[in-house]
Every structure is written in structure tokens, then in C-alpha cells.
């Protein structure tokens, strides 16, 4: 789980930045198989590889409690992407704009999906086409920062919009099974997430008062391994 903490509000030159933050413990990915239940001492990696603790008595955590990276290990870092501006439909500089009329049919909001939780599904799109440009995949991430900006007419982030999109595409298997768990689409029944995918990336989350650019209410950047097999496990 995350703790959110609210720092102070800092005044800077014609205006002020307020920061909600949101700090999950160090994490990363992990097949499976290769989980490290609660409590076991983690080993070091064989180089090439990285390595989970999981918390206990949880068969799909959305974090790990730690990572262990092995030695020589390439890391791919990503710079900040947040949503294309894919909603034709919607007027440039928009909210609207920038949901993808794909996922969400027509650029239409579903029942109980928020403008968060539409724009984090785009940005997560980007994500992924980022990281198959340099031969990797979601379950290769292995840290993960993400800036919200309050919706228009909102007082504060939708976190809990953005974690449901972050479901759709990490962390949404079983450690017991291996198999996908069903997640929730705004206010509709859980169903089989867009992207199975084991990896459950180490996470910290920062409400800021504006993004880059305007109608941006999502950015994300990732860091990514290299493995040496696509397989981990500690020796």
C-alpha cells in the first residue's frame, strides 16, 4: 500500500505549487514464480536480472516491497509522456482532447470512468509504444513517477482514477496462479484487463498544480530493465 503525504504549500512568484504526495516503497517486476514471500531474505540477483520481496498475504499487490537489480543490469528510462491528443473530436487544450477514442469508444466516458482514469489509459498506450521502440514491454518496468493535476473544478488529484487505468495495464495478475485478475473500468464490472501483465513497479505519485500542457492531467516516466532472460529469480 501507499502512504500520501500532504506537504506544505510553498509560495513561489506569481503563484504556488501545492504537492500532494503519494511515496510507495521501492518495488519492481516479477514473474510469478518468482515472487519472494514475505519475510524470506532476498538474494542477490545473478547480473542481468531483478528480483521482488512481495508483501505478505497478498495475491496481487499493486507494489512490491523491494527490489534487488543485478550487477550489469541495463536500464532504459523513459522521459515524461503524458497523453496524445487523440480526441479529435474535443477542442485543442482541452480535458477531452486527450482521450483516446479507441480504449474509450468515440472519446466517450463510460459509466464511473473519470477524466484521470481516461487520460492514464492513454498515457499507459504511450508507455508501451515507447517501450517496444527499444525492444521492451510493460513487464520490463521497474520504477514509475507519476505527476496529476486536479481535473477542472476538482480540488484535488483523482487517485483513485489513475489506479484504476495503472490496473488495466501492471499488476493485475495472480502471484498463486499466474493468471490475470479481473479489474474494474470506472463504476463497470471487473473484466479482464487490457494488458496481463505480472510487473508491479516501484511507484511515487505527486499532485502538481500544472503540467506541460494544457488538458494534461496525467504524466508518466518509467524505468525499464534490460533482463538478461525475460525470467526472473533470485540464486
Do not use: C
Not at 504511450?126 to 517496444?132: F, H, V
Not at 513517477?145 to 490496473?167: H, I, S, T
Not at 473500468?185 to 506541460?212: D, H, K, Q
Amino acid at each position: 500500500m501507499t502512504d500520501r503525504i500532504q506537504t506544505s504549500r510553498t509560495s513561489r512568484a506569481r503563484h504556488r505549487t501545492r504537492t500532494a504526495v503519494v511515496v510507495a516503497v521501492t518495488a519492481a517486476v516479477v514473474a510469478p514464480a518468482a515472487a519472494v514471500a514475505g519475510g524470506t531474505m532476498l538474494r542477490e540477483p545473478r547480473p542481468g536480472t531483478t528480483v521482488s520481496a512481495l508483501p505478505t498475504g497478498q495475491d496481487n499487490p499493486s507494489i512490491a516491497d523491494g527490489v534487488a537489480i543485478g550487477k550489469d543490469t541495463a536500464i532504459y528510462k523513459t522521459s515524461g509522456l503524458g497523453p496524445g491528443a487523440l480526441n479529435t473530436a474535443a477542442p485543442a487544450g482541452t480535458e477531452q482532447r486527450y482521450v483516446d477514442p479507441v480504449d474509450l469508444v468515440g472519446g466517450v466516458l463510460p459509466p464511473g470512468v473519470t477524466i484521470t482514469e481516461a487520460q492514464g489509459l492513454n498515457v499507459l498506450r504511450r508507455i508501451g509504444e515507447n517501450l517496444a521502440r527499444v525492444g521492451l514491454s510493460y513487464d520490463d518496468v521497474i520504477t514509475m513517477r507519476v505527476f496529476l493535476q486536479n481535473p477542472a473544478g476538482e480540488e484535488k488529484m483523482d487517485f483513485a482514477g489513475w489506479n484504476r487505468a495503472y490496473r488495466q495495464f501492471f499488476a493485475n495478475t495472480s502471484l498463486s496462479t499466474g493468471q490475470p485478475v479481473a479489474v474494474p473500468l470506472g463504476t463497470a464490472p471487473p473484466a479482464p484487463p487490457m494488458v496481463a501483465n505480472p510487473a508491479r513497479p516501484s511507484r511515487f505519485a505527486l499532485e502538481i498544480e500544472n503540467l506541460p500542457v494544457n488538458g494534461w492531467l496525467v504524466e508518466v516516466e518509467v524505468d525499464a530493465a534490460f533482463p538478461e532472460k525475460k525470467k526472473w529469480g533470485w540464486h
